[in-house]
């Protein structure tokens, strides 16, 4: 089993900034790819980012490449999402998320975050 808590989200105005993290337990973290997905009202949960074990390779939904950075710290077992030039678009609950494999995936993860809001004011 793997616990997933996240942080740092709230409320920021258009072209500020915000960073989440989401810390892991249970499980050896670099064996772990690691994503960032958002689901906003009345929407389906979307992918929004993705790092694979060791932080070498990075993969990102075409609506935030540019603007968001994923990167984790695997002595401190947590993942990073760095949102900058948000716009009110991307306001959502931000989803920390885990699953046991060598890849970077956009679906299939096993284990999930409780889940952050992030709001956009426009």
């Known amino acids: 089993q793997v616990q997933l808590v996240e942080s740092g989200g709230g409320l920021v105005q258009a072209g500020g900034s915000l960073r989440l993290s989401c810390a892991a337990s249970?499980?050896?973290?670099?064996?772990?790819?690691m994503g960032w997905f958002r689901q906003a009202p009345g929407r389906e949960r979307e992918f929004v980012a993705a790092?694979?074990?060791?932080?070498?390779?990075?993969d990102y939904a075409d609506s935030v490449k540019g603007r968001f950075t994923i990167s984790r710290d695997n002595a401190k077992n947590t993942v990073y999402l760095q949102m900058n030039t948000l716009k009110f678009d991307d306001t959502a609950v931000y989803y920390c998320?885990?699953?046991?494999?060598?890849?970077?995936?956009?679906?299939?993860?096993?284990?999930w975050g409780q889940g952050t809001q992030v709001t956009v004011s426009s």
């Open positions: 790092i694979s074990g060791g932080g070498g390779v990075t």
């Open positions: 998320a885990a699953k046991q494999s060598p890849l970077i995936l956009r679906t299939s993860y096993a284990y």
């Open positions: 249970g499980r050896t973290f670099s064996s772990l790819a």
